[in-house]
C-alpha cells in the first residue's frame, strides 16, 4: 500500500513563508513526477507546481517566483516552499505523485490527504 503523508500547512500572514512536505511510504519501486495542487471550496482543483524524477519543473503562473518546488529522490519527498504568500493562496494543498508499486509495471496517481493553508492577517 501506498501512501503519501503531507505535513507543514498553516495560517500565516500576507508576505509570509511556509514549507510544504509530502513523504511517500510503503511498499513501491519508484516515483516519478511529484506536484502540488490546491483546491478552494466551490473552485476546481487546479495545478501549482511539478517536479519530475530528474528535476524539470513547471509553475502555475500565479506562483512563480514565489514558490519554489523540490524533491530528495533518496526520502522519496517533495516540498513547496511558499514564499510572499497572499490571501488567494488559501487553499486545501495536495500531493500527487506517480508512484510504480512493488511488482507492477505501470505508474499510478496517488494523493495526499491534504493540507490546509490559510493566508490572512
Known amino acids: 500500500q501506498v501512501q503519501l503523508v503531507e505535513s507543514g500547512g498553516g495560517l500565516v500572514q500576507p508576505g509570509g513563508s511556509l514549507r510544504l512536505s509530502c513523504a511517500a511510504s510503503?511498499?513501491?519501486?519508484?516515483?516519478?513526477?511529484m506536484a502540488w495542487y490546491r483546491q478552494d471550496p466551490g473552485k476546481q482543483r487546479e495545478l501549482v507546481a511539478a517536479?519530475?524524477?530528474?528535476?524539470?519543473?513547471n509553475y502555475a503562473d500565479s506562483v512563480k517566483g514565489r514558490f519554489t518546488i523540490s524533491r530528495d529522490n533518496v526520502k522519496n519527498t517533495v516540498y513547496l516552499q511558499m514564499n510572499s504568500l497572499k490571501p488567494e493562496d488559501t487553499a486545501v494543498y495536495y500531493c500527487?505523485?506517480?508512484?510504480?508499486?512493488?511488482?507492477?509495471?505501470?505508474?499510478?496517481?496517488?494523493w495526499g490527504q491534504g493540507t490546509q493553508v490559510t493566508v490572512s492577517s
Open positions: 500527487n505523485a506517480d508512484v510504480r508499486p512493488y511488482i507492477s509495471s505501470t505508474y499510478y496517481p496517488y
Open positions: 510503503g511498499r513501491f519501486l519508484s516515483v516519478n513526477r
Open positions: 517536479i519530475t524524477s530528474g528535476g524539470g519543473t
